[in-house]
């Protein structure tokens, strides 16, 4: 179940961060998740005590600088990158969800520094809160609601919900976006899911007329012969790139709009080892564009 949002009205902010953080994949002994290419999504699963999420979502917008750094340090924002942020958040976001397989909530904290997002989940043990996960994304290539296109809630298999993460990244001619899908599991969150969501190459050096090539694929839950599972949807076609102008919103439309053929794989819900796992099974190929 999800509740009702609590988002806090971005501060005015200029800024120009030219930073590459690194976090940390170490985790403790029993690492939840199996590894993965997560692309731009920087993780780790570093539990760690936390304050309640009010509390740090009022100090990551405080007007002092040192609760603003120590808040930022429990977000699990490295030290060596505090000295250059020197403005508050332009944006902080709080969202509580159950992601496991009870009605128990945790916190999910996003904070947007641009270029920089990060973010982390926290459950409570015992009536105290712990951090559990955080992660970042160098979201530098990204245009619109970035933090709630960062981090949001969807609902999931089972009855419950799970934690979608998109992180992008590119160089010349080319841009990357990858979905990673979550859910807590004895207070521990584990990766159940993750793809390449979109992907466009547009080869300035190649002999014109430029082409672009462009992947788009998205996730939607089903419920098959009252297994639960979802769908991954996937479409590839090629557009001049003289048709690729315009904000970024507008060439997300342009590239569902040039979509002809799509595919679908079923993947049904594994609730004893608590992942996806491809199934064998036919759908029909129902496309659903994302929203995002």
């Given at each position: 179940?999800?509740?009702?949002?609590?988002?806090?009205?971005?501060?005015?902010?200029?800024?120009s961060?030219?930073?590459?953080?690194?976090?940390?994949?170490?985790?403790?002994?029993?690492?939840?998740?199996?590894?993965?290419?997560?692309?731009?999504?920087?993780?780790?699963?570093?539990?760690?005590?936390?304050?309640?999420?009010?509390?740090?979502?009022?100090?990551?917008?405080?007007?002092?600088?040192?609760?603003?750094?120590r808040?930022?340090?429990?977000?699990?924002?490295?030290?060596?990158?505090?000295?250059?942020?020197?403005?508050?958040?332009?944006e902080?976001?709080?969202?509580?969800?159950?992601?496991?397989?009870?009605?128990?909530?945790?916190?999910?904290?996003?904070?947007r520094?641009?270029?920089?997002?990060?973010?982390?989940?926290?459950?409570?043990?015992?009536?105290?809160?712990?951090r559990?996960?955080?992660?970042?994304?160098?979201?530098?290539?990204?245009?619109?609601?970035?933090?709630?296109?960062?981090?949001?809630?969807?609902?999931?298999?089972?009855?419950?919900?799970?934690?979608?993460?998109?992180a992008?990244?590119?160089?010349?001619?080319?841009?990357?976006?990858?979905?990673?899908?979550?859910?807590?599991?004895?207070?521990?969150?584990?990766?159940?899911?993750?793809?390449?969501?979109?992907?466009?190459?547009?080869?300035?050096?190649?002999?014109?007329?430029?082409?672009?090539?462009?992947?788009?694929?998205?996730?939607?839950?089903?419920?098959?012969?009252?297994?639960?599972?979802?769908?991954?949807?996937?479409?590839?076609?090629?557009?001049?790139?003289?048709?690729?102008?315009?904000?970024p919103?507008?060439?997300?439309?342009?590239?569902?709009?040039?979509?002809?053929?799509?595919?679908?794989?079923?993947?049904?819900?594994d609730?004893?080892?608590?992942?996806?796992?491809?199934?064998?099974a036919?759908?029909?190929?129902?496309?659903?564009?994302?929203?995002?």
């Amino acid at each position: 179940m999800v509740s009702s949002p609590i988002i806090f009205l971005p501060c005015t902010v200029a800024m120009s961060l030219a930073l590459s953080f690194s976090f940390s994949s170490s985790a403790q002994a029993s690492e939840p998740n199996p590894k993965a290419d997560l692309g731009s999504i920087e993780l780790s699963y570093i539990h760690l005590p936390w304050p309640t999420p009010e509390s740090l979502t009022k100090s990551l917008q405080a007007d002092d600088d040192q609760t603003r750094i120590r808040a930022l340090v429990r977000m699990g924002v490295p030290e060596e990158g505090l000295a250059k942020i020197d403005e508050k958040p332009s944006e902080v976001q709080l969202l509580y969800a159950s992601l496991g397989t009870n009605d128990a909530q945790q916190a999910i904290v996003a904070v947007r520094i641009a270029p920089m997002l990060f973010g982390a989940v926290a459950t409570q043990e015992r009536g105290v809160w712990h951090r559990i996960a955080n992660f970042s994304c160098w979201c530098k290539y990204e245009a619109g609601d970035l933090i709630g296109n960062f981090v949001h809630v969807e609902a999931g298999p089972d009855g419950g919900s799970e934690l979608v993460i998109h992180a992008s990244g590119g160089g010349t001619g080319v841009y990357t976006q990858n979905e990673a899908r979550f859910r807590c599991y004895h207070r521990e969150l584990h990766l159940v899911f993750s793809f390449t969501s979109r992907f466009r190459s547009c080869d300035p050096t190649a002999p014109g007329p430029t082409q672009c090539h462009v992947k788009r694929r998205w996730f939607y839950p089903i419920d098959r012969d009252s297994i639960p599972g979802s769908v991954l949807v996937e479409s590839h076609f090629n557009f001049p790139a003289t048709d690729f102008s315009g904000v970024p919103s507008e060439r997300r439309d342009l590239e569902l709009s040039h979509a002809k053929t799509f595919s679908c794989t079923v993947f049904t819900w594994d609730k004893e080892k608590f992942v996806y796992k491809e199934s064998s099974a036919s759908s029909p190929c129902k496309p659903q564009p994302p929203t995002q």
